[in-house]
Nanobody, 124 residues
Framework: QLQLVESGGGLVQPGGSLRLSCVAS????????IGWFRQAPGKEREGVSC????????NYADSVKGRFTIARDNAKNTVYLQMNSLKPEDTAIYYC?????????????????WGQGTQVTVAS
């Protein structure tokens, strides 16, 4: 069974850090671009970051540039999202998704595999 599982979410104070992990099982991530998306209550799902299948190029939403870093370890079949300087507006459920392509896309509909999500709450 093809599956993505996120972990690492939680409650953190503004200015704090979290590292999210996305582990694949049932398939290898080597040939997939991996994206991180988030959805806050009452808002649409938005793309946060993406890494190409080779890990050579990464994309970030303007709202997280300079604060978030995406990285992949294909040997561990895992993609990470390091989130620093967190703000209350980063509060959302974070999802990782796999796209069967070398390239990233900002469109959620182009990702065929999704995890169940992990909650990130930034509050004092």
């Amino acid at each position: 069974q093809l599956q993505l599982v996120e972990s690492g979410g939680g409650l953190v104070q503004p200015g704090g850090s979290l590292r999210l992990s996305c582990v694949a099982s049932g398939f290898t991530l080597d040939y997939y671009a991996i994206g991180w998306f988030r959805q806050a209550p009452g808002k649409e799902r938005e793309g946060v970051s993406c890494v190409m299948s080779t890990g050579g190029r990464t994309n970030y939403a303007d709202s997280v540039k300079g604060r978030f870093t995406i990285a992949r370890d294909n040997a561990k079949n895992t993609v990470y999202l390091q989130m620093n300087s967190l703000k209350p507006e980063d509060t959302a459920i974070y999802y990782c998704a796999a796209r069967s392509s070398y390239y990233c896309s900002g469109y959620a509909t182009e990702y065929g595999y999704w995890g169940q999500g992990t909650q990130v709450t930034v509050a004092s």
